[in-house]
């Protein structure tokens, strides 16, 4: 399948974290062409600063899998990953990264590149403008 598919997904994923009052951010796992794992920010839900969309995502694909290791899984999320985030997938050692939006304020690579593992390899920009579009419209919806 096309990353824009699986991305698709993820949006569908980050509009009902904007639903349930959560910052928009949607992420799944695909391994081998198949969704092992997938997840929403939930960090108002659960009261938890780490319940990121991708540390979520991780978890979940990390118990299918039976490995902490994710190196032939592809992580697809709508934004950014931040630094908490960047260091569990290098730690999970995932094998491709697929990110939407950018996030020039707290995205990992503010810091460079070097905090994902060496083996990741990176694609950024997928449906970046629908990514950034349902941010944006949850930011000024919360501004009004």
Not at 5 to 22: H, K, Q, R, T
Not at 35 to 64: C, F, G, P, W
Not at 104 to 131: C, I, M, Q, W
Request: charged share 20%.
């Amino acid at each position: 399948m096309p990353d824009e598919y699986y991305m698709e997904m993820a949006l569908a994923l980050a509009e009902d974290a904007a639903d349930n009052g959560e910052i928009p951010v949607g992420a799944l796992v695909v391994c081998r062409n198949r969704i092992i794992a997938k997840s929403r920010n939930q960090t108002e839900q659960l009261v938890d600063v780490t319940a990121h969309a991708e540390l979520m995502a991780i978890t979940s694909a990390a118990h299918y899998l039976g490995s902490k290791y994710l190196p032939d899984c592809t992580l697809y999320v709508t934004l950014e990953p931040c630094v908490m985030c960047a260091g569990a997938l290098f730690w999970a050692q995932l094998g491709r990264l697929v990110i939407g939006a950018s996030d020039p304020k707290r995205g990992y690579s503010r810091f460079g590149s070097a905090l994902l593992h060496p083996k990741t390899r990176l694609e950024t920009g997928v449906l970046a403008e629908e990514s950034q579009a349902l941010l944006m419209k949850f930011f000024n919806r919360l501004r009004t």
